[in-house]
């Protein structure tokens, strides 16, 4: 995992988060106000069911962070991007897309807590936003079969 200090500075209840990186970013000849407004940051944020962190995809990679500000801790690294986050209704499960082009991919689901890969019993290709069920068994979505 990788922790990046990084400060909520705006977020409004219809899921849209604006960061801004506090430390690493100078480049030479540039504040790091200057290299931290141009960064890419959290896309696609989704809120856990206790409010408490959110799930987010950051620079192809899923990431979650505390609600009111903190520590981004990345939870993925693979090849792709890692899109379309979902939390659990427990709160201890994330579902996501793995994909190769910012669309459709793999399903995966990891643990919300250090990123560990939750085994599927086969592969399966997903496309768009995913929602777990209410109970949280089942995942909403669109599928097919796929490796």
């Known amino acids: 995992m990788t922790n990046v200090k990084i400060q909520a500075t705006s977020f409004r209840a219809a899921g849209f988060l604006l960061a801004s990186l506090l430390s690493g970013l100078s480049a030479a000849g540039q504040s790091a106000d200057a290299v931290a ?20 995809s950051f620079q192809g990679c899923i990431a979650r962070m505390p609600a009111g500000g903190g520590t981004l801790t990345r939870l993925t690294r693979e090849a792709g991007w890692d899109i379309e986050p979902a939390w659990s209704p427990d709160g201890k499960r994330i579902a996501c897309i793995n994909s190769p082009g910012f669309t459709g991919g793999q399903l995966r689901i990891i643990a919300a807590e250090d990123g560990a890969a939750v085994a599927l019993p086969k592969a399966v290709a997903a496309r768009g936003r995913l929602q777990f069920h209410p109970d949280g068994q089942r995942l909403l979505g669109m599928f097919a079969a796929g490796t």
């Open 37 to 56: 407004r141009r960064a890419f940051g959290g896309i696609q944020p989704v809120i856990s069911p206790d409010g408490k962190t959110i799930a987010m």
